[in-house]
Structures are given as structure tokens and as C-alpha cells.
């Protein structure tokens, strides 16, 4: 009875978390036995970790920053120790733009935590205040450098910049405990700076900072221009160096805590070469630092953190049992020659006291990320209902995933819906769907961009895979419409179709000759030919029922490398691939474009502007910003009328998003007559409808059913009086018909069920 309790009790908090974001959407979703607490987060390639109480409920809640896309996810604390950490996006607005790392740090000692973020090689600093008891940040201004960037002086007078670089995290901490909050940074050589605040020496308030850079080698270490090493000084008074080395900084994370407890700070630095992290124990004192002691591969009394590549540690309270626990994760944007993990890549260390000093102890590699929707990098998601039972499924390319010591090729999942029409919820299935993952096993073809439809005529989804080399992959679909979908074995770069870099595909009948034609967005990387940047390419079906055939060639007519001569990028500013994704019923086609910047644009009709300018209905919808990579899939999966849009990102998660498009002649079920001149009944049916038209409706009437995603299953004639229609052979669920005359429709939802 206890543990149904708890268990109701949370599901009504992630409920009641969940329904406070008007935007997002939510249904379950399940992995082996786990329903997954926070699904549709987006996922987590290189996230720094901080805490603050941000809904001012007396706990502290999780803010994590992504520097992939720069990208931020809040978490509420339920409150219980260990506590449970519930996605709760809403949060994100109460923060300013934040760019390459965050530090959250009451800096003025007035119990709301401050922000340090990154701005051109400097640090911004805003600070952290409560209005009408909620949590904003006004930006500390600094007069004597535009961009409010903090600034220093050197002990003669002269006031410059403090300097971080970007690549880097600094540590923000008390380093002399003498009250206020001084900064550690390596500027431009290989050993670290000491900025010292000087506020309470000069009574100044806490509001400010006045820094002094007292030292330009703290620590007396120096760090080896090209590599991860540390030298150490033997003497307290003279700064280490690199004898015939230049004197440069090759980019460093740094923590600094007290692990002994001796008044003086200790670090922990990652390096931009390295899987580890270096401890350096200082000896010295708090106005002299000298660290003495170096532990490569920390900790090596535990579990050393071996992780590809550049990392990043955070020191917080996060399982809330009074002590301070290690987040370890990446520091950097992905990189293709040298990929860092992007899976099982944030490892929690719980902290705790042994002999009057701090240790760490190894916990889990999956904090926080076992309990959401986590890929690895550069997820594809589509609707489609794969097994015939007119439930839409969900089916997500992915990029090749860097886990602990192997490389995980790209493929596609599979998630059933296990819900219902107006209920949607999904299981993972199959975790290689048609083992895809067979020909990634070299990497030569990877980031799969699934695509699904009729490419020859004859009534079923086929389906088109992109991927990395810019080529596709066609698998035929032999089952028949409405049947589960069985493939015949994958065409190989088919039909020599290749846009160099980066496919991603639609499969969609452009011209209305029955046939579906093939758009994909192109431009993502320097191997793409200039003239295709942002743009996206039709190649149009020249072939017949059950023999497709394309012209490869995206300059040779009927095709056109600048369908609608839409640019969503140029070479000056992003280089930028479409992601597409399309509705469409039987008055308006609306495609949605998703593109690097993490953005989506919205457009209408637009099978009607294959040459012409192609205007976005609305650009960058909603305001949508998933960091980088945005990928949408669009459906009304729930029968509302309204569509929902999932989206995967380069960050390799999926966001569920509601949107306010109403769906066209498939909305208006609040009653069953229009002006009573027609109505449908009875509904829910089980193999027959009756449709009773008005001899008022109209001429030329026809009916058209569709299903939930507007794919339409039948067109037929009526006459006026009463219509009997046979539909046993459509399957259970939701439907939507649509009665026309050439003066008069009406559109009504329907539910088959026996």
C-alpha cells in the first residue's frame, strides 16, 4: 500500500509539473519495464550542472546547461532525499541568454544564487533577485567596457579585461576566504591567473566586484601547451615552467574545493586532450597557493572517470544528503574526428567525509539521462503506423553514439503505440529496426534520417533512409495497404541520388500525378557544394505505378536543387540542412522545416511554389529553439484536432511540443449537423455509418475519409436522403470524414470500435 502511495503521489506531482507548461506535450513512454520520468528533455551531449531553489519552494532544483546549442533544462527536486528531478521547462524563461557555460553562485550573500556566464573570451555576471516571488536576473553593468563584460586591474592601476576564454569553465570561488568571490582563469599562457575581489577590503557593497589580478601564476603549476600534463614547482616562490615550449593555453575546465579542509582551495582540472581529470593538491595557504601534489586519472582510490573527451566537474548537493556530490560530463561541441561521448556520459560520484577529508565514490555513468530519451547525437524522428493498427508509431533515426570505450553505429527504434487514439503512449519495440545498424557497422554511412511514404503508387509507406554521404537508402514496401509493414532488402544509394552531404528526405506527391516525389534538405558540412546551402532539392518521379524512377541530376528539369527558393541558411552565417516534415487534408498541405539553428519554420501550401518564392507562414514557430539540429515530425496523434509536433535535435533527444494548428475540416465534432443539413451516425460505430444529407446540402456530393495523420483511405460519391456505408474493413480507431458538395462541407470526427 505504501509503495502504491508514493508511486500516485508522484505521478500526480510529474502531472501537475508537466500541465504547468502550456507548450509541452506529454504521453507515456516506456523502455523494457521503466515509464521514463523525463522523456522528451532533448537529451545531453556536454551539460554543466547547477542547483538553485528556482520555484522558491525551499528545495533545490537542478538548472543544467548543454554547450552543445546552448541549451538549457531546468529540473524541480520533489522534494525527498534522494529526490526525484521532474523536466520542468517553464523554468528556462526566468534566465538570459547564455552562451559556452554557466556558474549559478550567490555572489552578494543575499540567499539567491547569481549568474556567471561566458561572453566573447569574458565573464557576465547577473544578478540573481525575487519579484512578485519569482526569480529574475538583471545583468551587472560595468562601465568600463561595452557588453558589461567584468573587468580587472593589474596591481599598477590599469584596467583591462578579465579574461576567459571561451572553450573554458573558470572557478568562481572565495579563493583567499576573505567574504566575497574572487576568479581563477587561464588567460593567454599556461598558467592560471588569480583575479582577487577587493569589495570588503574597501567596504565596497557585495553588489559589485572590484578585481585585481594578483598573481598570473597561481598555484606555481603551469600546464603543457600541447598536452594534458601539469608541472609542478618545488619551490613556493617561482612559477613552473616548460623549457623551449610557447607559452600558450590549450583550453581547461577548472573546479576548485577545499578537499582537506586546510583554508585553502584544492582543483580539479580537465584538458581539452584528456579523458580524465588532474587533482592538484595545494599546500600552501590561502594567500599563497602551491600545489605539490598531482593525481592523474582522478579518483584513482575509486573508480578514475575515463571518458572521451575534454571534461568538465561540478561540485553540488544532488542526492540532498548534506554533502556535496561530483557531476563529471564533456566540455565541447561534437567533433567528428574526435567524437566525446555522448552516451552514459555524465558520471555522479556521491561525496563524503573520510578522516577530515572529502572522497568521492562512483554511483552511476546515466545520471539523470536513464530517465529520459538520450540517442547520442542527431535524432530523426517520424510518425508512421508500422504495424497496421492504425495507432501512429514513432520510428527515430540516430547519428553514431560514442559510449564508454566503443562506438554505438547509427540505426533506427521502433516504438509501438501502445495507447489509443486519444490516448497515445509508446514502448520501445525493436532498438535496431530492419538492423540498420548492420550497414553502419564501418561509420562509412551513419546519421540515418528515416522517411516514410508511397514512392511507387501502389498504396503502402515505403520508406527512404538519408544519411552522412548525402545519398539514400530505399526499402520497398511489399505488404499492402494497411498491413503491417514488411520490406524487401535496401537499394543501396539508390537510383545514384546524392547531395554530397547530409540527406534527409520527404516523401511526398508534389505534382499530384499519384506518384511520390523525394525533397531533401542539403547543406550541413564543408563537403556540401556551395550552390546548396540551406536549400532544399526536389527530384521529381518520372516513373509509373510499382516502378518509380528519378532523374539524379538536381539541375536537370523537372527537378530543382531550390524547391520554393527557400534558404534557411548561407555560407556566411549557419550552414544549415532541412529536416521536413508534412500534414496535409484536403484543403491545406503545410510542410515544417527544421534546420541547424534549432529552429522551425512553418509553411502553407507549398506544393504549389516548386519554382515560385515560398513564403514561411510563420518563421521559426513558436519561438521553438531545441539548441541545434531541429528535426520535426508533425500529427495529430491524439484526435484532438490540434497537431503535436516531436522534435529531435543534434543533442540526440526528442522534445513533444503542442502547437495551436488547428486541423483543417477535422475540428468541428462538437455536434452532428451542420445547419441540419447533414448528419452521421451513430459513432462510435462498428462496421456501418449512416450519412443522412439534407436536400439543401448542396450538388456533386462525395465523401473522403482520412486517417489521423491526413492520409486520405477513401473517396467515394452520395446522394441525398440516407447513405449506408460499409467501412468493415477499416481497423479500430480514429478517423475523420469529410462530406462535400460544391457549396457546403462538413467534417466529423468518427471511431470505429466493437
Partial sequence: MKTFLSTFLFLLFLNLIIGQDSDRYYCPIKIEDNILTNPYTGGMNSPQFNDMDINLDGHKDLVVFDRVGNKLMCFLSDGNTPPKYIFAPKYNNIFPEIENWM?????????????????????LVYKGQIKNNNIYFKELPNPYFDQNILSAKYENGFTFRLVCNDSDIPAIADIDFDGDLDVLSFTDGSSMSLFKNVCNENNISLDSFKMIQTTRCWGRFAENPFSEEILLSDDPYRCATWDGLSNRHSGSTTLAFDYDHDQDFDLLLGDVGYNSLIFLENNGDKTNAWCTKKERDF??????????VFLSAFYLDVDHDGEKDLIIAPNTEYDELDPPQNVENVHFYKGMEENNKIKFKFIKNNFLSDEMLDFGINSVPVFTDVNGDSLLDIIVGTGPAVGDKNIIASKLLYFENTGSQTNPSFSLEDDDYLNLSKLSNDFSINYFAPAFGDLDGDGDNDLL??????????FKNIAGKNNKYKFEEPVIEYKGIDIFSYSSPLIYDINKDGLGDILIGCGNDYHTPLQYYGSIVYYQNTGEKDNPDFINDPFTAPNTPFFGKIILSNFSTSISNAHLSVYRDDDDELLFAGYKAG???????????????LTPEIREYNDIDVGKNSAPAVADIDGDGYLEMLIGSKTGGLEFWNTNIKVKDALNTEDSNYNEKISIYPIPFKDEITIDINYNFGKNISYSIYDTVGAMLIHKKLYKGDNKIRLNKLKNGVYFIKVSSDTNYKTFKIIKSN
Fill in 103 to 123: 556558474l549559478l553562485i550567490d555572489y552578494n550573500h543575499d540567499g539567491i544564487e547569481d549568474l556567471f556566464t561566458s561572453k566573447n573570451n569574458g565573464i
Fill in 299 to 308: 579518483p584513482q582510490y575509486d573508480t578514475p572517470v575515463d571518458m572521451n
Fill in 465 to 474: 533512409v538519408g544519411n552522412n554521404n548525402g545519398t539514400l537508402i530505399y
Fill in 599 to 613: 529552429n522551425i519554420n512553418f509553411y502553407k501550401n507549398f506544393s504549389q511554389h516548386i519554382h515560385d518564392n
